[in-house]
């Protein structure tokens, strides 16, 4: 497989991510996993919440694929690989720039603004219905407007 290949592999694999969990946040964590997920929807956020659950079963399905794929550097590697970019994005994204878990960042970027605004209308809802704006690294037009 030439660079490319694996570039793409990578690429699409975030998309996908991004895909994936928004169905699953939508109709999975606010749905019959809802009693794991409310842990991330208290007002009070404790360091670590039952939630984080999530990010840990995605982390060791990333490694199993790398893992797996470790000796020809195949699919699956780099599926793993993107799987785990995903994770780290996620992590400086949702945990450090939107829930402000480490230290707050300022920033005047209307992307990075308009998905923390839809984030936090998000969790707006402290129940299990209604939410809206599943995504990370989408979300509605509307929040991108200055
Ligand atoms: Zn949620
Ligand atoms: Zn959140």
Redo the contacts with the bound molecule.
Sequence with gaps: MSVLQNTLIVLITLAGMEAFSWII?KYL??GPLWFI?KT??RKQHTFFELNDIFSLAFAFAALLLMYKGREIFDYRFWIGSGISLYGIIYFIFHDGFIHNRFKSFKTSNTYLLGIRRAHKI?HKSLSKMP?SEFGLLSASRKYFRK
């Design positions: 946040h964590f606010h997920h991330h929807h998000h939410a």
